[in-house]
């Protein structure tokens, strides 16, 4: 049972248009949301997160905005940019016991910026 | 900082071999995270440290798989023997495990692991 989905294995947007990429889960114990990028033969690396108290988190060019009674939320990327082609990969977090925090992760989104 | 480290980057081996995968966090970050990458899976998480105690390992496929982090800065996980169905991209991540950054990991570049 998947409980991050990203239903869109990929995405093509021109450069300088909006990218936006969705993820939905079904954990409401869920309090902590992050996108991550990677790139080809790398480590997935930390984009931005959202905590279940907001509704919205703005970082530059990066906002990632959050629907919990959809259980919802999508990445925005305004202008998009050809360095933003990568696999962009939604993550959740909920509280466990002990102080480390598990994140699921989705199956991953395929941004192409086409120039 | 060197962020976190594997090795190696790339490993083949043969079905029946032992496969040592290697990690190395970043100094400070007290939670470790071994994670698996395959195309019909995703990034599906394998088992995971605080303080060098493992706190989950439900994710370990099966007895095969075993993951040590003998101190701080330091961990493993073993395939024994390996099976052509292990072949994957092994990530190690580690985290603060404090405050806000509880939840944000750092990942290592991953070891791609095939087994013939």
């Known amino acids: 049972d998947q409980q991050v989905k990203q239903n869109s294995p990929s995405l093509s947007v021109q450069e300088g248009r909006i990218s936006i990429l969705n993820c939905d889960y079904t954990?409401?114990?869920?309090?902590?949301f992050l996108w991550y990028k990677k790139y080809p033969a790398e480590g997935p690396t930390f984009l931005i997160s959202?905590?279940?108290?907001?509704d919205k988190n703005e970082d530059g060019r990066f906002t990632v905005f959050l629907n919990k009674s959809a259980k919802h939320l999508s990445l925005h990327i305004v202008p998009s940019q050809p360095g933003d082609s990568a696999v962009y990969f939604c993550?959740?977090?909920?509280?466990?016991?002990?102080?480390?925090?598990?994140?699921?992760f989705g199956s991953g989104t395929q941004l192409t910026v086409l120039p | 900082d060197a962020g976190v480290i594997q090795s190696p980057r790339h490993e083949v081996t043969e079905m029946g071999q032992e496969v040592t995968l290697r990690c190395k966090p970043i100094?400070?970050?007290?939670?470790l995270f071994w994670y698996r990458q395959t195309m019909m899976r995703g990034l599906e998480l394998l088992i995971y440290?605080?303080?060098?105690?493992?706190?989950?390992d439900s994710g370990m496929p099966e007895d095969r798989f075993s993951a040590k982090m003998p101190n701080a800065s330091f961990s493993t996980l073993k395939i024994q023997p390996s099976e052509p169905r292990d072949s994957a991209v092994y990530f190690c991540?580690?985290?603060?495990?404090?405050?806000?950054?509880?939840?944000?990991?750092?990942f290592g570049p991953g070891t791609r692991l095939t087994v013939l």
């Open positions: 991540a580690s985290s603060l495990g404090v405050g806000r950054a509880l939840n944000e990991q750092f």
């Open positions: 954990n409401s114990m869920f309090d902590y």
């Open positions: 959202i905590s279940s108290i907001k």
């Open positions: 993550a959740a977090s909920g509280a466990t016991s002990g102080s480390a925090r598990q994140l699921t």
């Open positions: 100094s400070g970050h007290n939670s």
């Open positions: 440290f605080n303080n060098n105690v493992p706190i989950d």
